[in-house]
């Protein structure tokens, strides 16, 4: 599992496709 706080950005990114999807 990747940790959150160590790769906000693509937390970010997985969230804006999550949302687009």
């Given at each position: 599992m990747i940790p959150a706080w160590?790769?906000?950005?693509f937390i970010?990114?997985?969230n804006l496709?999550?949302?687009s999807v």
């Open positions: 160590k790769y906000p950005s970010h990114l997985a496709k999550a949302t």
